[in-house]
């Protein structure tokens, strides 16, 4: 919001030689954010005076051109000319080359004379052309940066100006003046205007405030004026969108007068540009007042207005010229005839008012500011007026801003105004907040005194009554972000200044810290980081073939998944029920751009619908739901696993002399896997197994020891690999965290390290070809009893001296004793009663 100073100073006492930037440092005491400063003299500096054409001779020139060879008069008749300096004329008339063609002999426009900077360091000096001396310049619009137009030079007259030859340029059109821009938080929507910074000026300074409201007498109306109906039949979390309507009329408007130039240059100011006389008027009150309005030609009018929610299919022509198609929650403004407005955003084209309009209607309205914000990010259409509505307009100041249009037009447009008005309202119930005593100290950690909350809250304008436990506050109108006591002491707090609240670190509370969750998650990160693989972060957002693909083992079956309402591609439109999808884009950019090996992971979440996806009923804003309620949302919540995954691609190392690297394969990514479970002291069984994403014959499952399937590693399918662009070969795991986390211990104890010496034997087994091998490990383990410190197998074996339909697996066995040094027939006692459990479960011959 860019505040004029000029303006300001008509309600709030802004000392005379006060810049913009004083301004600002008295307004961010009171928590309204600095923006810039707009100051059309550092661009623009003089002698820019006003001239009169005293004659002018057309010339054509050999290119074709036709300039004007003119004497401009820029001192009144029979007075000595003041300014000096090279090239002015101390006759008081200058020679002056021009090359528009808009003006003629007797036109009072604005002469730019030598010495004079224009904006982009455009600088006036005498210069020889087209055989004259050119002794300034006759300057247009867009040359003093008042606009863009450059169809020809400023006549006077074409803006209702007749002033003195010689005149201040600077004081004529305001360029004097200058702008404090403030930044405006969505919750202090009432600075979005003249009157809301002028009130805060003064809390800030000390100084009294003028509220223009004061200013202006509302007319008793005599009757009704344009018929108006409030018909929301569909009102958003049960608040109907318009609560207040006022219509005014205004008959006999000449809306081709020109606008003053005082207003011109407060709105040009203050961002806005100049359109016509009664755009103007409705921005000027807006800006000054805060209250949004929009004016209607009464000739275009068609019955009477209604404000109601769109119908299925409905369309509008906005004032941009843009055909839009709307929705049942827009909220508009129609006819007889259909829409004529986005209540609160934008009119619609059909009833604009134009240059020959000469009855007009006035909308100041109150409407729901969320439906305000819907519709306006719903159509992508800022305004200024969505802006201010979006953030709450004081709802008793319609019928103000409604007059203080009306005496505008009748002033500056030579309007009638009916006597007559039309005020529509459901006045909404007070806002009364009971402040405890204390509580603002003991919130804020400030001894505050009685009298310094009462003259804070009545500095913002509520209405506030003592009583033995403390103050009753009824919030003022224009501050609907006044709802709970904290909201008034935030008030309190910043009118008594936030330069006296202490600055007191806070004292952790003890027992405080990660979660048992957090620390066991991060313990996996950190582990796998260590082993050398590379996080990523990757979207959760997939198509269906992905989530069928990755999200159940089995091929074939339709997996249940979360639909996005409002995704980022139509094509991935669901919520990931695995990492891995996520994972191999990744693998398949890094790998594209030239990294051909890689270790990547991932821990993150996956999303798992119940039987119920989300709520019927969504709970009203600025009140916590009943229990059944908040049950009824927990229950559409899909489920939320933590899943870790990764993908290794290429070889485990680079590349050196002397040093062939080894590829990535099978076993690496059942490693790491297995290595989440170390990490959590959890034992993750391995067997072989079977998923659609993996290779048929290089896939193992994982799972506790409570039997339940955790996770998948393995070496990916080929046909999977071809499709992402990948090389033939590459393996991953994926992990189901939180069910390893929630098997983990509290403590995970570490059983001492013996010093007595290790006995290793080995033993290969032939058994059937169809036993998995860590069935037979698992009955070696149980066999050998307490002194086997460790089995694994080292070699599979089939082909020659093994019969068909056989294989041999080859297993070391590592023997200790925690008390004492092994002997040689202890060490193959155990062995053998390994081998004899192994021979009765599984058929095992030792070779």
Not at 111 to 126: E, N, Y
Not at 255 to 267: D, E, V, Y
Not at 705 to 725: C, F, I, N, T
Request: proline letters at 6%; aromatic letters at 6%; charged letters at 25%.
């Amino acid at each position: 919001m860019r505040i004029p100073l000029s303006w300001l100073r008509e309600y709030a006492q802004v000392p005379a030689d006060a810049t913009a930037e004083d301004v600002m440092a008295d307004l961010v005491k009171v928590g309204l954010e600095e923006e810039d400063v707009h100051r059309p003299s550092d661009e623009l500096t003089g002698p820019i005076v006003v001239g009169q054409v005293l004659s002018l001779e057309k010339e054509p020139q050999k290119n074709g051109k036709t300039i004007n060879w003119c004497q401009v008069r820029v001192v009144p008749e029979g007075q000595p000319q003041t300014l000096t300096g090279d090239g002015i004329d101390p006759s008081g008339v200058q020679g002056i080359v021009c090359g528009a063609h808009n003006f003629e002999v007797g036109d009072k426009v604005v002469v730019t004379l030598p010495g004079a900077v224009l904006p982009g360091d455009f600088r006036i000096s005498p210069r020889k052309t087209y055989g004259h001396v050119s002794a300034g310049m006759i300057a247009s619009v867009r040359e003093l940066g008042l606009g863009e137009d450059h169809e020809g030079i400023m006549v006077l007259s074409d803006f209702g100006l007749d002033a003195e030859l010689g005149a201040d340029v600077f004081e004529l059109f305001g360029l004097s003046d200058e702008a404090a821009e403030i930044n405006v938080t969505p919750d202090r929507g009432y600075c979005f205007s003249i009157r809301g910074v002028a009130r805060e000026y003064a809390l800030s300074t000390g100084t009294e405030f003028v509220d223009p409201v004061s200013r202006i007498t509302v007319a008793d109306p005599a009757g009704q004026d344009y018929p108006v109906r409030l018909q929301d039949q569909a009102p958003i979390d049960g608040v109907p969108g318009c609560d207040r309507f006022v219509a005014r009329t205004v008959r006999g408007v000449d809306a081709t007068r020109p606008t003053p130039q005082w207003m011109a240059s407060r709105l040009r100011l203050a961002g806005m540009r100049s359109i016509s006389l009664v755009v103007d008027i409705s921005n000027y009150v807006m800006l000054e007042l805060g209250q949004p309005l929009h004016f209607y030609d009464a000739a275009k009018l068609r019955g009477p207005i209604v404000v109601r929610r769109a119908d299925p299919g409905e369309k509008l022509t906005t004032l941009d010229e843009k055909v839009r198609e709307l929705s049942t929650e827009d909220l508009l403004i129609t006819d007889d005839r259909g829409p004529i407005g986005l209540a609160g955003v934008m009119g619609g084209a059909e009833t604009e008012v134009g240059s020959d309009t000469s009855d007009v209607v006035i909308e100041s309205a109150h409407f729901d500011a969320v439906s305000m914000g819907r519709t306006r990010r719903r159509h992508r259409l800022p305004s200024e007026a969505s802006k201010r509505n979006e953030r709450g307009v004081d709802f008793a100041l319609a019928d103000v801003a409604a007059q203080r249009a009306v005496d505008l037009l009748v002033e500056l447009a030579g309007g009638t105004a009916e006597p007559t008005a039309t005020d529509v309202r459901e006045d909404p119930a007070a806002v009364v907040i009971d402040l405890p005593e204390g509580f603002a100290s003991q919130l804020i950690g400030v001894d505050y005194t009685r009298e310094q909350e009462l003259a804070a809250l009545a500095g913002v304008g509520a209405d506030v009554e003592e009583y033995d436990g403390g103050l009753r506050v009824t919030a003022p109108t224009w501050r609907p972000d006044l709802a709970i006591k904290e909201d008034l002491v935030e008030e309190i707090a910043r009118l008594v200044g936030y330069d006296q609240i202490p600055a007191t670190l806070p004292v952790a509370p003890p027992g405080r810290g990660l979660t048992r969750a957090q620390q066991l998650r991060r313990r996996v990160l950190q582990g796998l980081a260590d082993a050398g693989l590379t996080e990523v972060f990757c979207y959760p957002f997939v198509s269906t073939a992905q989530n069928n693909r990755f999200g159940t083992p089995a091929e074939g079956e339709e997996v249940a998944a979360v639909k996005l309402a409002n995704p980022i591609s139509s094509e991935f439109g669901y919520l990931r029920r695995s990492l891995l999808p996520g994972l191999l884009d990744a693998a398949r950019r890094n790998h594209g751009r030239g990294f051909r090996d890689l270790a990547l992971y991932e821990a993150g979440l996956v999303f798992e619908p119940g039987e119920q996806v989300g709520s019927a009923v969504l709970p009203p804003l600025g009140a916590k739901p009943a229990d059944e309620v908040l049950e009824e949302l927990y229950a559409g919540i899909p489920g939320q696993p933590w899943h870790v995954g990764g993908v290794l691609l290429g070889h485990e190392a680079p590349a050196a002399a002397g040093y062939a690297p080894r590829a990535w394969e099978w076993s690496d990514a059942l490693d790491v896997a297995r290595s989440v479970g170390d990490l959590l002291g959890v034992d993750l069984e391995v067997a072989q197994g079977a998923h659609q994403a993996f290779h048929p014959g290089r896939t193992a499952v994982l799972s506790l020891r409570s039997g339940e399937v955790v996770g998948y590693a393995g070496e990916l399918h080929p046909k999977l690999l071809a499709e992402q662009d990948l090389p033939e070969r590459a393996a991953a795991f994926e992990l189901n965290l939180e069910e390893i986390m929630a098997a983990a211990a509290d403590v995970v104890v570490s059983k001492p390290i013996s010093t007595f010496p290790v006995s290793t034997q080995d033993v290969a087994l032939v058994v059937d070809g169809g036993t998995v091998a860590s069935d037979v490990l698992e009955t070696l383990r149980e066999g050998a009893g307490e002194l086997l410190e460790e089995v694994a197998l080292f070699d599979v074996y089939s082909g020659a001296g093994i019969e068909d339909g056989k294989k041999s697996l080859a297993f070391g066995l590592r023997f200790r004793a925690a008390d004492r040094t092994l002997t040689a027939d202890e060490a193959s006692e155990s062995r053998a009663a390994a081998v004899a459990l192994a021979a009765e479960r599984h058929g095992a011959v030792q070779r």
